[in-house]
């Protein structure tokens, strides 16, 4: 903001504006867009060659170019691991046709054959089931606390598993295990990234875990990452890359459950819903109810368990409100609200906020409140910058009346 009062004026210095442009989607005005460009070197004919903020030349750039094999695996991870707790920007980096590729090779390129490495001591199946016996409890953490409390924790631990392939020597079985612990706690490493806002940092985990994903064969786990990515694409408004992307993502994921098929079908849907396509929508929504029907079975892989009867819910009613269908979309998102557990209050959080939101477009303002105040409780208990951000666009929605400054004194505290 210095740089901008030194070029713009001192109006400009004000640095909740710098805070809004990196977590309300609030766009700067063209003269400290020009204060910026100048500063950073950038000519002021490109400054509309690309949208804000995609043309700052924020951190590193991120990589999606190794290859489709152990060796590009492990250097996807060796990249990932730490640089991406670095990351502090609220922005992707990787975008358009970059990151539309790196999809589209995920589903075209074969799996190579592991190759066993040699250096340190024999890793043994038993010791690998060890370690996957703790990733539940790592998933558990990241739902209960938040990913700002429990990023570092898992960082931690996949950069353990990271070490352990570089300095082992293990079976192709065993290898296969390894990445594929890699992969998943990649994945979840770059959802607590995302849900806290640090979206350069979530790219850079969901690249390697998709590497991950693909060296280890398993092509439902690389979906299921490829899935996160396009939600990434929605909250940040690009619309055609999260289709692209769940496309992608539910076509190459190949024979899978009849529970990981309705949650691949429902993305899709949702991606469907925000480019407006109602019959596609409906259609998928139809499939993954059939789906989900079918119930559990014992292939299921772990990470499906979360997508129960109120996710279903949750995500019907996510489509339904992107369609413009008000009184469907919170029938659905009332009903998931009645089902989540306790243990889920980043969720409760979020289909909270996005009620409040139906409710404040369906008249229903003091309601809208309500359901308001009830998430801003959640978001003390589970800290979620994503959650945050919604919450305070939606509360800019409702009508201004004294009822509310209740409700604004409470955000305060969280946006401060």
Avoid at 33 to 40: F, G, K, V
Avoid at 60 to 75: K, T
């Amino acid at each position: 903001m210095d740089v901008i009062a030194r070029r713009a004026g001192n109006m400009a210095r004000r640095r909740e504006k710098a805070w809004r442009w990196e977590h309300w989607g609030v766009v700067p005005d063209r003269e400290t867009q020009l204060a910026l460009a100048a500063e950073l070197g950038i000519r002021e004919d490109l400054l509309d060659a690309q949208p804000w903020p995609e043309r700052l030349p924020v951190g590193d750039p991120i990589r999606a170019d190794f290859s489709w094999d152990q060796p590009g695996s492990m250097l996807a991870l060796d990249q990932a691991v730490g640089n991406a707790m670095m990351d502090r920007r609220g922005f992707m980096r990787l975008t358009g046709v970059g990151l539309a590729g790196f999809a589209a090779d995920w589903l075209n390129i074969d799996t190579a054959e592991l190759m066993s490495v040699l250096g340190g001591g024999r890793i043994t199946e038993d010791f690998v089931a060890q370690i996957e016996a703790g990733v539940p409890r790592l998933r558990m953490l990241g739902e209960a606390y938040g990913g700002q409390r429990s990023r570092r924790l898992i960082d931690a631990e996949l950069g353990m598993v990271v070490e352990v392939l570089e300095k082992s020597s293990y079976s192709v079985a065993v290898a296969q295990r390894l990445h594929g612990l890699a992969a998943e706690l990649g994945r979840l490493a770059g959802y607590i990234s995302f849900d806290a806002g640090l979206h350069s940092a979530a790219q850079r985990y969901w690249v390697a875990a998709v590497h991950s994903a693909h060296t280890a064969g398993d092509r439902a786990l690389g979906a299921n990452i490829l899935k996160s990515m396009a939600l990434q694409c929605y909250d940040f408004g690009n619309f055609s890359g999260f289709l692209t992307i769940a496309r992608t993502a539910y076509e190459g994921a190949g024979n899978v459950t009849p529970r990981t098929a309705g949650m691949l079908a429902v993305r899709l849907a949702r991606a469907y819903a925000s480019v407006d396509d109602v019959a596609e929508s409906q259609r998928l929504l139809g499939i993954a109810d059939t789906h989900f029907g079918q119930g559990t079975c014992d292939d299921d892989p772990p990470w499906i368990g979360y997508f129960d009867e109120g996710e279903f819910h949750a995500q019907a009613g996510m489509c339904y409100l992107d369609l413009g269908n008000l009184h469907r979309a919170d029938s659905h998102l009332d009903n998931a609200l009645e089902r989540f557990f306790a243990t889920k209050p980043l969720d409760q959080t979020t289909y909270l906020v996005m009620r409040a939101r139906v409710q404040n477009d369906l008249g229903n303002a003091d309601q809208a409140g309500d359901l308001l105040h009830q998430a801003v409780s959640l978001i003390e208990q589970a800290p979620s910058q994503r959650n945050v951000d919604r919450l305070v666009a939606v509360r800019n929605y409702l009508p201004d009346n004294t009822s509310r400054s209740d409700l604004d004194q409470r955000l305060s505290t969280l946006t401060g």
